[in-house]
Structure formats: structure tokens, C-alpha cells
């Protein structure tokens, strides 16, 4: 069964850099022909997608929203995804979730569980 | 791009059906098929309940089931029960390949 957990620092302060891993483990097959993705969900509000990865290449697609504060990677050899959000407010606060979907078109697939970051001095 | 307009809540009694909406534009929902529909319990993670407009993930029960003409998409929900409360967030891809979602609905089982 596989399995995605974000990890990452729980406390960010204002204006420095929000950086959070997702760690993939079990199921079978390879990551190459599948995007992943990044989505966060504020306290008591809804979702908003970040952006997405295609393992396979690197190509990347942000939301134009936070397009110039975001960066989205893969480390192949570990297996995992990583998000970089610079110059965080507390606007940025909520929970993380990271994504494997199988076409850019569409986010259905597996979600992790979600990690809660707070962004505060 | 903006946010998909959902309704902020709909209720029904147990073994009601109810119908969640989803309105975009011709650049989103009314464009493509891949509308999704996800449920989320309080604390938890959001949960696929509806792919590509109208099809079910293995395990989700067929109560659910989704549609969509022009630019609105509809989540529909048969016999009620008291587990389906929850938020119902869609969501839908865009022509300049990027994702969006609505802004969830809350469905409250009386």
C-alpha cells in the first residue's frame, strides 16, 4: 500500500523559508509516470493547490498565486518531494498536504495525512 | 485563477438525496472532465470521492455520484447517512494546466 508523509519544521518564522519533504514508502512500480503534488488547507478554510511535479522530467506547474514564492523538486535517489515557500506570513499557515496523481489534469490519486505549520515569531 | 464557486452548506435527513453544485467557467469545469470530488472529515485528510467527473475510486460506495453540464459540475449523494457528513470540496484542472478548487461546501445530516 503506499504511503506519502510530509515531514518538515512544525514553526516557521515570519518572512523566512517554509521547506517541507514528502516521503514515499511501499506500493509497487515506479514514481517515474506520475506527478506529485503539493496542496495546503489554512485553519478552518479550504483548499488551495501549490503545484505539481512530473517525477519523470522535473517539469514543474505552480499556481500563479504563489508561483514567485515557490519551488517544487524531486530527489530521485531518496525517494522524495520536496516544497520550498520563501518570504512566509502567517497567510501562509495551515496544513501541508502532498499528493501522488497520475495526470496533471486531476489531483485524485493518494494523499498523505498532512503536516501543520504554523507561521509565527 | 479563481476559486470554483460551491455552496457554503446543504442538509438533509438520513436516507435523503442532496446535490452539491460546483460552478466554473469555460476554462475549467465546462472545458475539461476532470472534475473531482473529495469528502473531508473533520482532522483528517481529504478523501477522492469522484474522479473525472463521475467515476468512483474502489471503495467508495455508488450513493455517490457525480455529473456535469456546461459549466457546472454536481455532486450527488443517495440515501443519506450520518457518516457522509462532512466538507465536499471539487476541484477541477484549467486550460493553462494548472488546478483549482472550490471553496467547499459543508453537508450537515440531520
Known amino acids: 500500500q503506499l504511503q506519502l508523509q510530509e515531514s518538515g519544521p512544525g514553526l516557521v518564522k515570519p518572512s523566512e523559508t517554509l521547506s517541507l519533504t514528502c516521503n514515499v514508502s511501499g506500493g509497487s512500480g515506479s514514481n517515474n509516470n506520475y506527478y506529485w503534488g503539493w496542496i495546503r488547507q489554512p485553519p478552518g478554510r479550504g483548499l488551495e493547490w501549490i503545484g505539481s511535479i512530473y517525477y519523470h522530467s522535473g517539469s514543474t506547474y505552480y499556481n500563479p498565486s504563489l508561483k514567485s514564492r515557490v519551488t517544487i523538486s524531486v530527489d530521485t535517489s531518496k525517494n522524495q518531494v520536496s516544497l520550498k515557500l520563501t518570504s512566509v506570513t502567517a497567510a501562509d499557515t495551515g496544513v501541508y498536504y502532498c499528493?501522488?496523481?497520475?495526470?496533471?489534469?486531476?489531483?485524485?490519486?493518494?494523499w498523505g495525512q498532512g503536516t501543520l505549520v504554523t507561521v509565527s515569531s | 485563477q479563481s476559486a470554483l464557486t460551491q455552496p457554503a452548506s446543504v442538509s438533509g435527513s438520513p436516507g435523503q438525496s442532496i446535490t452539491i453544485s460546483c460552478t466554473g467557467t469555460s476554462s475549467d469545469v465546462g472545458g475539461y472532465n476532470y472534475v473531482s470530488w473529495y469528502q473531508q472529515h473533520p482532522g483528517k485528510a481529504p478523501k477522492v470521492m469522484i474522479y473525472?467527473?463521475?467515476n468512483r475510486p474502489s471503495g467508495v460506495p455508488d450513493r455517490f455520484s457525480g455529473s456535469k453540464s456546461a459549466n457546472t459540475a454536481s455532486l450527488t449523494i443517495s440515501g443519506l447517512q450520518a457518516e457522509d457528513e462532512a466538507d465536499y470540496y471539487c476541484?477541477?484542472?484549467?486550460?493553462?494546466?494548472?488546478?483549482?478548487f472550490g471553496g467547499g461546501t459543508k453537508l450537515t445530516v440531520l
Open positions: 476541484s477541477s484542472c484549467t486550460s493553462s494546466y494548472t488546478l483549482v
Open positions: 499528493a501522488r496523481h497520475g495526470t496533471i489534469r486531476s489531483l485524485s490519486g493518494y
Open positions: 473525472e467527473v463521475s
